[in-house]
């Protein structure tokens, strides 16, 4: 049979805070069309960014919306109890989110938790479709004994197209031609650029999943232009590229040698003032033929991504559905 | 919130070999409009079941259609060359099926795996889904490319009511919608009447899937009068009530007894005499109030479970694609 | 090969609690050497049993010694809140137990989690061991810095006869005579005789692991005689074979008809008037040539025995370190 | 409590191989000291290495001793066939290497599989022993009965310092004590220097598992001198630093430059002449401070672990055991 290459070149950088951060490395300053507004709290850093117009767009090569970033270095310290605080931060945020960009607290929500289930780096959405309390069911069944302050949500989790042959937007579009919500929900695992942000970072975009973006193998993406009703989708970097390690890598090398008022030129000869793109492309050219280019995961994945899948759910938990406890988000899942 | 009983009551008999005993048990004979045709092969029993008329459809309470069961009873005793033996004769059967009820060999297929793969006895479905040799996003992305011998196949798991608050059969006509098979092979999980047959029994039947049947919770069936297109069901037993295998057990006894000569009226009083209805109401009754009324499984069902979706899925893959080897159908899946 | 059944013959019942129920089932009254006191707590029952002198000890068919079982109906019911309570519950009264049994603060403790982490109702021990807070190696690779409050505790999960080839007590013996414990705590899955036991019951007993109790293959047990240190036992049961699934249910039965003022000689002929032996002989008879008489466990293993190991290792993890917050004592496992 | 760094800096490199493409980067010429031989068979390249002297284990800085090494790029293709000749393969030169060593063919062997069953790029070891045929238990309880052609073999997971708080090799040493082996067989998980070898190299060598090797916590090594019985080495590479993967890849860099007859000195300036382990420093300086340098792993790790576990113990089950048929060997795991 013919070859298939499923595991597309992946161009897009997932994450616009790394989007904004290679954009300004030129050092030119502010980004006309880019607002950024950044807060700290008790070991989270939590980054609103707005892309407000085209020039801000194609300045980041990131779609016009809202953008929120989570980052929480010590996520993957296996502390219940940050957990919890970042469930329940993420809730409040998440909460405030929806507002902006105009849901009502009644819309009826279609979680899909896109990724594979078998694969633990990309099992993510799946997992976060586990723990998402859903009771659209109790409203086609029972609607007249549903308690107050819990909102209609139901949950997916479509599956790849290498197992099911299917592009994951076709099957959610099916699912809501027949389910008819007012939102999707879109959760996917991200590629990151630097190793330091997989598992530590959640982010949230109103501007849907695009292909070639998440680790999974999307050709067609999930968007209001496509689906006909909005898509936020909430990404965690759970993977990186080896040659993006490297050429990220190569930078910190430079600054730290700047740090120590080296001379970087010295030191690096041309790969100096290489622009980063065309370093990633040696370094790309250097690991090809030898097939090394994997996307790699740190060795404690498994913990990593039942973690953060917790804390995800538990904050979408909290954000939707009124009746829970937003002090204790986590009694929600397991 | 109100409380919406998703493990709903179990009346409907899964296997119609069973319906077929039960209605036997009567004890007047051959039943009208019912034919079987049964073969033992090295191991197996290979039973064709055909419900040609309303009578036969009322006596067993099945619909009419064709019911082929494979009874293997070594199937729990991890015999890798039984598995291997009965995969191959599973896919011969399967093939000789699809031909007898008049699917052609160019017939675009999409594989349903029902159930909850987060419970290990209700997994059958996603772990068939995850072994099935899947091909339409060839057809869909490089048509030329595609070698002879292959059909045209996808699979989905769409999850259970219970985690997804969508009927299954909602999002499986969703998918349909969008992917235009010409027919559905759905894989469920059943409940049987007697423990001998967990995990050892693999009904085929192009009745479709019926509410209340399998052990998920689904109030609507994958039929075609609902979705439009041919379902085949592919069924076997992995759970049984306790009531069940208590009311069972009392009829082994009774047999046991008959067969040495005893007065079964003597040792068993009125329960003897009992229709069997009755009799499993007073065992349910006797169980009920505590809540030991559970679906159990065997001890070993990890394994089995892994087993029989091997098997299973070895089967469908060289049934449905020319190309696979059918002397080796094992080695498409893992 | 030779044929070796490693899934011996059970005829020990597992916990105190149903050997003196059955003991009493003749009807004559308290039984010498057998003292008990229970205790109601919102939702839980405690018995406290202790056998005595021999007689009370032939009497049960038990070892003389200190047996605390916690009985909790709704433990399958998925309530964290109520998981918290038990673990918390449970830290107290194994505490107490230590102290009853004259085991001391400063004891230094082996937890042993017995069972195969493979076959999912005996992989309560394994489990536990991975939610245990361990210590011992601080306390040999930097004793100065272990905190105040921390007790010197190790866990190991030595794996059943049928993968390793090598008696549990053997390994658990080696073990001891490196690492010197004082204390052994033996977590053990065990066979019920009544499903409504199953996942909702755990006993504590000082009296150690005899051999053939538990679902394992244990040919010698785990006891104060055997290792030369005290054993303190935490079984929960997991599993209960069909056979006695039937005759419990018939028992059953027959107080059903006797609370309706049935005649039950009448309606149940000789057998209700056979001794528990006798018609449990007689059930296995009638389930044994087919195989029937299988150990099963609910449909739901996989989350009721992922809840409870997590009560079992709260419990302990608080029970053992005084530093762990007792009123908060599931943060500390995941 | 104190902090107990378990994640201790490992300096060793795990693969004797890597070792001496080290040593000669140098470019001297042949290492006295050491012999090596290449085999290439089928897509795989099988090299016995000896390291004969102090002078080759200095330049190496591996002790003296036999190694062997399978590389098979394609076996992280799950490709079913390649993974049976592998497993075939691995057979006869276990069973060559065992004899060259002077292990007799009634040698009783306890297989240890180091490392974590809850962490996938290190649960190799528990992988292969629960897929070895064991047969110590036979030995034992029914020795008359044991067919001819089984050796006596039993396995153990004695699981890692984190979780246990006991050196695994205490552990071990411990149920030698009691069960007497002749020879261990120490299975390993190990970390590569560059990241096409992960997962697709096998190493075997019968110099033991040394404190600081492998990707465990391990402060004791598993050797002869500390054991008093042979310990025969086998160690996958599953994970590798992000580090190695930088210094590595800054190699392979120089390599594809010069390749296209490039200056090197040019374009990497001073880098290109720093030797690889000053390089490597400054690598980790301008990595450690962020968190960065990580163990990482391949994406697929799930599936490529159980593959390679499975060629493991296939193969060392058909080298063991004479009776198991060495033309298909992976029949007796599952």
Request: charged letters at 20%.
């Amino acid at each position: 049979m013919g070859e298939l290459d499923l595991q597309q070149f992946n161009v897009a950088i997932d994450l616009a805070l790394e989007a904004k951060e290679q954009a300004e490395s030129g050092g030119s300053g502010p980004i006309p069309g880019v607002l950024m507004d950044t807060t700290e709290d008790d070991g989270m850093t939590i980054t609103r960014l707005e892309i407000t117009n085209e020039e801000g767009s194609a300045a980041l090569n990131k779609m016009i919306g809202h953008y929120v970033t989570f980052e929480v270095p010590d996520l993957r310290k296996q502390d219940t109890n940050l957990q919890d605080r970042v469930a329940t931060r993420f809730a409040q945020e998440f909460a405030g989110f929806l507002e902006r960009v105009g849901i009502g607290k009644a819309a009826n929500v279609l979680i899909v938790g896109l990724g594979n289930w078998n694969v633990t780096p990309d099992a993510l959405g799946p997992l976060v479709v586990e723990n998402s309390l859903v009771t659209r069911h109790y409203y086609e069944l029972m609607p007249d004994q549903v308690a107050p302050g819990y909102r209609c949500v139901s949950a997916v989790a479509p599956g790849v197209l290498g197992v099911t042959g299917i592009e994951s937007s076709d099957i959610v579009q099916g699912i809501i031609d027949r389910s008819k919500p007012d939102l999707i929900i879109a959760i996917d695992a991200l590629a990151s650029k630097s190793l330091d942000r997989v598992n530590t970072t959640i982010q949230i975009a109103d501007t849907g999943v695009h292909p070639g973006s998440g680790i999974g193998n999307k050709r067609r993406g999930l968007t209001k232009e496509i689906l006909g009703i909005p898509v936020i989708a909430i990404g965690v970097p759970t993977v990186v590229y080896a040659s993006t390690i490297v050429n990220n890598t190569i930078e910190l090398m430079r600054n730290h040698i700047k740090a120590q008022n080296g001379n970087t030129d010295h030191i690096f000869g041309l790969i100096n003032q290489m622009p980063e793109n065309e370093r990633l492309q040696l370094v790309r050219e250097a690991l090809g033929p030898l097939g090394h280019d994997l996307l790699v995961t740190p060795k404690e994945i498994d913990q990593f991504i039942e973690d953060i899948a917790n804390v995800v759910a538990s904050g979408l938990n909290a954000a939707l559905h009124e009746a829970v406890d937003k002090s204790n988000v986590a009694a929600y899942t397991h």
